[in-house]
Structure formats: C-alpha cells, structure tokens
C-alpha cells in the first residue's frame, strides 16, 4: 500500500514563498504520476500541479502558472511543490497524490486519475 505524507505547510504573508513536500513513507513513487491538489472552506477541490512518471511532463493550473513549480526526485522517494509570489487566494489544505492511470504515462489535473493521498497539509497566506 502506497502511504503518502505532506510536509512544509504553514503561514505566510503574500508575496512570500513555501516548498511542500510529499514523502512515500510505503511503497515508492517510482511507478506513479504525481499531483498536488488543494481544497479552501466551501470549495470544491482544485488540482494544482501535476508530473508524470520520469518528470517529463506536466500541468499547472492557470491560477498558478508561473508561480508554482512541481517536481519530483523518484531516488529520494519524494515530490515538491514549490509555491512563489503566494497570494490569500492559495490559502487551502494542500494534497498530494499518486497515480498509475495509463501505467502513468500522464500528467494530470483530474482527481479521478489519483488512486493514492496524503493527509493534507495547511497553507494560510495573509495578506
């Protein structure tokens, strides 16, 4: 079973910067595509960024194209999400995910793709 951990959130003014980070704490990412999603009060989920297996494709929302930057290092077992130029509308319980939806050949926005989560981790940004 793949566990998945979500690390680096907390609270920062806009303009700032934070670095998320994803962990398989079991199983490895080696096979999956992976996506960060996030979720503010009141609002549906929202996919964010998204790699496919080898990194050699991706997605980003228009909300945060060109401020936010996903990555993923599959020796290290483990993901990013760099966010830049935070704004309060980024404010949101961020989520990581992991998918093998067309042996994860993909790069995805859709939550449908994502067998695999984390727990959610929190990013406030005051403005």
């Known amino acids: 079973q793949l566990m998945l951990a979500e690390s680096g959130g907390g609270l920062v003014q806009s303009g700032g910067s934070l670095r998320l980070s994803c962990v398989a704490s079991?199983?490895?990412?080696?096979?999956?595509?992976i996506a960060w999603f996030r979720q503010a009060p009141g609002k549906e989920r929202e996919g964010v960024a998204s790699?496919?297996?080898?990194?050699?494709?991706?997605s980003y929302s228009d909300s945060v194209k060109g401020r936010f930057t996903i990555s993923r290092d599959n020796a290290r077992n483990i993901a990013w999400l760099q966010m830049n130029n935070l704004k309060p509308e980024d404010t949101a319980v961020y989520y990581c995910?992991?998918?093998?939806?067309?042996?994860?050949?993909?790069?995805?926005?859709?939550?449908?793709?994502?067998?695999?989560w984390g727990q959610g981790i929190q990013v406030t940004v005051s403005s």
């Open positions: 079991s199983g490895s990412l080696d096979y999956y595509a």
């Open positions: 995910a992991a998918g093998m939806y067309g042996s994860a050949w993909f790069q995805s926005l859709d939550a449908d793709k994502y067998d695999y």
């Open positions: 790699i496919n297996v080898i990194a050699g494709a991706y």
